[in-house]
């Protein structure tokens, strides 16, 4: 039932600031979605598990079940979503070659780092398809956004020592997840 915009809707509400008020219209434009996309989004995120309703005060209010969505995240992301890398191409950087990794990992030059295949990239490197189309985009808009993906691509791509790496900043952003009004 869980689609990759689901996913991209979940992160997005996880990277929120606190207390920040927030419609479908604004969701839909800074995702490069439909509203109609990201309201049904939001709705199978919500039977999944990956994001919570609160009572209601005039507005629906949402906001992430942290839990639930480390959960995923550790334990199931790669494997519902799996990724190899591609063909080199450009774009921007993902997975362990973007920050917050990056800082912790340093690549032989002679490796071609691995990107979101895009064409305004900066980088030339091995493509990692997205986990949605319009997941680049919506990064280069957020850069919070941005760090949940790439660390969620590195889960996905990357090896035993990358993924415990990536386990732990998603753990510091997880401790991190406000309360948000929709």
Not at 60 to 67: E, F, G, H, I
Not at 70 to 92: I, S
Not at 140 to 162: N, Y
Request: one cysteine or more; a positive charge.
């Amino acid at each position: 039932m869980l689609k990759p915009q689901d996913l991209l809707v979940a992160l997005k509400f996880a990277s929120l600031p606190k207390a920040e008020k927030i419609t479908f219209a604004i969701l839909a434009e800074s995702l490069s979605m439909s509203v109609s996309e990201v309201f049904a989004a939001t709705k199978r995120a919500k039977v999944c598990r990956l994001i919570i309703e609160g009572p209601s005060t005039g507005a629906s209010d949402y906001r992430p079940s942290a839990l639930n969505l480390r959960e995923f995240l550790l334990g199931g992301l790669r494997y519902v979503f799996p990724v190899e890398p591609g063909k080199a191409t450009r774009g921007f950087l993902t997975a362990q070659d973007a920050f917050p990794l990056s800082k912790h990992l340093v690549r032989p030059d002679s490796e071609l780092p691995l990107v979101w295949p895009h064409p305004e990239g900066d980088t030339r490197g091995f493509s990692i398809e997205p986990i949605f189309p319009s997941a680049p985009n919506a990064a280069r808009k957020d850069e919070r956004l941005s760090t949940w993906l790439t660390l969620s691509d590195a889960i996905r791509v990357g090896d035993a020592r990358v993924r415990m790496l990536a386990a732990t900043e998603i753990g510091k952003l997880i401790e991190n997840i406000d309360h948000v009004r929709l």
